[in-house]
């Protein structure tokens, strides 16, 4: 079999099986089929009339297998790219998204030069490593609650080259006494009941990561309430939130007392990140 056949026919199995476009299906194959091989996608091209040997064919079901079955890509890979940046990944962690990316832009708008920043729920570790290599300047400080997801963090951070102070915390338990001029956080916001949870990737991540209470909002309420205590005079709080969350947020932020709240859509036009500044 060359690999041209190979690739239409996972391409058409992947097509069936998670319900992509064909785009999406042809994209995923050449993905999976570069990483089984060890090559770039571009090799693929330049080879698609080339036979597959046996042991090509075992590595390149292999991985087939896996995404067949549901596994996200990001965690076949073991990374995922966010903000122009590769992220190692793993169970124990998110897999960064694009919308991710308004709350990484909503911050350096906001924080001021040499900010000391919170990155709660740090996950990968992609926020807090991107502010850090886009704002030298500022000081970061990164915590999660998870100590596999934030030793995952940490090596991130030591492969990119970014200076992070990494700490264990349930939220803020580690913090006392700390303030920062700037919070953000990427907390979980889905309902507990939210059908969705048992859907696509979602299936293999973490659901502590994902879901909070009935409404979804169980973290971002805590957050909000004790954030001030955590914060500069002046300082701001952004987090990024669900698509049907973009009322409740502000309202819950304006109605603790926070100054200046706003919220911003992400590319889709769908509600993303929202903010307010201590008075």
């Excluded at 060890?38 to 046996?54: S, Y």
């Excluded at 906001?110 to 886009?134: F, M, N, Q, Y």
């Excluded at 300082?235 to 502000?250: A, I, K, M, N, R």
């Amino acid at each position: 079999m060359t690999l041209a056949v190979y690739l239409a026919d996972r391409a058409g199995r992947l097509d069936a099986a998670l319900r992509l476009t064909p785009r999406e299906a042809r994209l995923e194959a050449r993905v999976l089929a570069a990483a089984a091989l060890g090559v770039e996608p571009v090799w693929l091209i330049a080879h698609d009339t080339d036979l597959l040997a046996p042991q090509q064919l075992a590595a390149l079901d292999a991985l087939f297998e896996r995404r067949l079955a549901g596994e996200p890509v990001a965690y076949i890979l073991g990374e995922r790219e966010f903000y122009g940046r590769k992220f190692r990944v793993s169970p124990a962690t998110l897999i960064p998204r694009p919308e991710t990316e308004h709350l990484v832009d909503a911050a350096l708008s906001h924080g001021p030069d040499a900010a000391r920043v919170l990155d709660i729920g740090t996950g990968s570790g992609c926020i807090a490593i991107t502010l850090k290599l886009e704002r030298p300047d500022c000081s970061l400080c990164a915590v999660d609650v998870s100590t596999d997801a934030l030793a995952m963090a940490q090596a991130n951070g030591e492969r990119l080259g970014a200076g992070i102070e990494w700490l264990e915390s349930d939220l803020f338990a580690a913090l006392a006494g700390r303030r920062f001029a700037l919070i953000v956080s990427n907390p979980p916001y889905i309902a507990a009941g939210d059908g969705h949870l048992g859907q696509g990737d979602v299936r293999f991540e973490p659901k502590g990561a994902l879901a909070s209470g009935a409404d979804g909002l169980d973290a971002i309420r805590a957050i909000v309430k004790r954030a001030p205590a955590h914060l500069e005079p002046g300082g701001w709080l952004l987090l990024e939130h669900g698509y049907d969350q973009g009322e409740t947020v502000p309202a819950l932020l304006a109605g603790a007392g926070y100054a200046e709240v706003f919220m911003a859509r992400d590319l889709a036009g769908q509600p993303r990140v929202s903010g307010g500044r201590r008075t």
